[in-house]
């Protein structure tokens, strides 16, 4: 697969591939940094089946060493600088071969003397194939290693799509990032490369370099509403915007319909394990959306979605495999049918449960953040003698309130919108991120931390 | 701290209630306003919530006392019956965490 993206880049060589105000480079130029690295490889003898990591977020080098090490059938364990503190625990759940790192001016190879003989290595290796390793990210406790065959995710890439401008807001350790990646390459588009994931930050690099396309979260578009970064950038170039990886706040998707009424808006729905899916919101101001495409089939278990999919993951390096009799897996997602519309309500391990009635914090949370003042909430159960459990809401806020303030405000403009059990009886203050750097927003976490 | 001040709390903790109401609902900030049981205001979801209220506002006064555990639950007779029963339940608790 890896020469079909071979082929597409050499077909423009002087097209741009990827910019930041750091570096660019057009695909000629990345071509010849994957050259080097494929001597590089050769000559510090990396054999093809080995398992190879590399740190380094988006750039030339790390984009041109991912292609070098698929093309040199290597099971790739990229890290980005997202999750730096578990480089250690990641490369030994993976039992990398190979530490390579792109943080110094000269690449680093690290041989760890491990051997990997994990059975879906074995695997790739007997159908020389490149695998995958990305590591889920751990709201359950420890992380899980998910090996995928990157020739099957390659496969997806194969039919001709429009080339884009898009700006790369995850890293290749994440499933989107890698997949902004592929469908960027393989369709002569551009990756844009911001200088932080602020709202200021991707604003001025959308502005700066025409940027077309913006994968994101919810949470990072809530924060650009409120930073208000759009109104010093011309963004008029945005003819996407989607977003994923969580619930999508309806009030927050109300106020990005008004404030870009040119730009579409769609929710896309994908899973390390089984890939990213071709989706289509009903419009872009609805949380209604088709999910699917060719290689893809779903199911509804008991308002669970299960998906099935030929570009699923082989499986876990560290956990049992998740998948049914019939190949479906369980999404965790809870979702809510309307003939082929689906609605994704939450995780179902996120839903509490009061005293026998279910809240989804991203309902809550959607109506939380229209209040004054708020810049981020986060939603989650606490365990409370009457109810079993109880709802609870952290608030990050703009400018200082006492709890008592907050709390009274809340309850006046909660009490005709939400009806009373999901109205959160215990608020706590923070001054600290409500997000993970992948702008996802941390329920689980929370109930620890304070 | 003086029953005085515990009741304090409280009535605070039912103008904070209060906020979830419309005019014509509002609890009466009275000692004979009968809480959660017969004829109580609260239903059992007002109650977590206004009894977390209460908890919070003695933490604020560096009591640590909890209200909503086993031990009130169990009551013959509720301690959340109305004000004054609240008052005087709070009121032993505070008294024994100090023994």
């Known amino acids: ?450 | 701290m003086e029953k005085a001040d515990i009741q304090k709390i409280i009535f605070a903790a039912i103008e904070m209630a209060n906020n979830l109401r419309e005019e014509d609902e509002k609890i009466t900030v009275s000692v004979q306003t009968a809480l959660y049981g017969q004829n109580g205001e609260l239903d059992s979801m007002g109650l977590v919530s206004f009894l977390i209220d209460v908890e919070e506002s003695l933490q604020d006064s560096n009591i640590q006392i909890s209200l909503s555990d086993e031990r009130a639950m169990s009551q013959t007779k509720s301690p959340f019956r109305n004000v004054q029963t609240l008052t005087d339940y709070i009121d032993l608790l505070i008294r024994e965490s100090m023994e």
Request: charged share 25%.
């Open chain 1, 1 to 450: 697969m890896i020469d079909f993206f071979l082929e597409k880049m050499k077909e423009s060589p002087s097209h741009e591939a990827v910019v930041s105000s750091a570096f660019s480079a057009n695909y000629g130029e990345l071509i010849k940094l994957m050259d080097n690295f494929t001597c590089w490889l050769e000559e510090k003898g990396i054999p093809e089946g080995a398992v190879v990591s590399f740190d380094g977020d988006y750039s030339p080098s790390s984009i041109a060493l991912f292609l070098s090490l698929t093309q040199n059938k290597n099971i790739v364990v990229p890290l980005s600088q997202d999750s730096y503190r578990h480089f250690v625990e990641f490369r030994e759940i993976a039992s990398t071969e190979f530490d390579i790192s792109l943080l110094g001016d000269e690449p680093r190879l690290i041989a760890t003397g491990r051997e990997a003989k994990h059975d879906l290595y074995k695997k790739l290796r007997e159908t020389k194939s490149p695998g995958l390793v990305l590591f889920s990210s751990g709201s359950t406790g420890k992380s899980k290693a998910i090996v995928q065959d990157l020739n099957k995710l390659m496969g997806k890439f194969s039919k001709q799509r429009k080339p884009l401008r898009m700006l790369i807001f995850l890293q290749l350790d994440h499933i989107g990032g890698v997949n902004s990646l592929l469908y960027s390459l393989a369709n002569k588009g551009t990756v844009i490369v911001a200088d932080g994931r602020s709202p200021e930050k991707v604003c001025k690099a959308i502005d700066n370099y025409k940027g077309e396309v913006l994968p994101t979260s919810p949470t990072f578009l809530n924060l650009l509403i409120l930073s208000k970064a759009y109104e010093s950038y011309d963004l008029t170039s945005l003819k996407l915007v989607t977003y994923g990886t969580e619930p999508m706040q309806e009030s927050t998707l109300k106020r990005l319909g008004t404030l870009f009424p040119e730009t579409q808006i769609q929710q896309t729905y994908g899973l390390s394990e089984v890939g990213i899916l071709r989706s289509k919101s009903k419009s872009s101001d609805s949380l209604w959306m088709k999910v699917g495409g060719e290689e893809f089939t779903t199911k509804i278990v008991n308002g669970t979605l299960w998906i099935k999919s030929d570009s699923a993951m082989l499986g876990y390096l560290n956990a049992p495999s998740p998948f049914d009799d019939e190949g479906f897996l369980d999404t965790g997602d809870m979702v809510e049918q309307e003939g082929e519309w689906l609605r994704i309500l939450g995780r179902k391990s996120e839903i509490i449960n009061v005293g026998g009635l279910k809240v989804f914090p991203a309902e809550v949370e959607s109506v939380l953040l229209e209040m004054d003042n708020v810049e981020d909430v986060v939603v989650f159960g606490e365990d409370n003698p009457i109810t079993g459990k109880m709802v609870a809401a952290k608030f990050k806020l703009n400018t200082s309130e006492t709890p008592r303030e907050i709390k009274a405000r809340m309850f006046a403009y909660c009490k005709d919108k939400l009806q009373p059990y999901k109205i959160p009886s215990k608020i706590i203050l923070t001054e600290d991120d409500t997000y993970n750097e992948r702008f996802k927003r941390m329920r689980r976490l929370d109930k620890d931390s304070h």
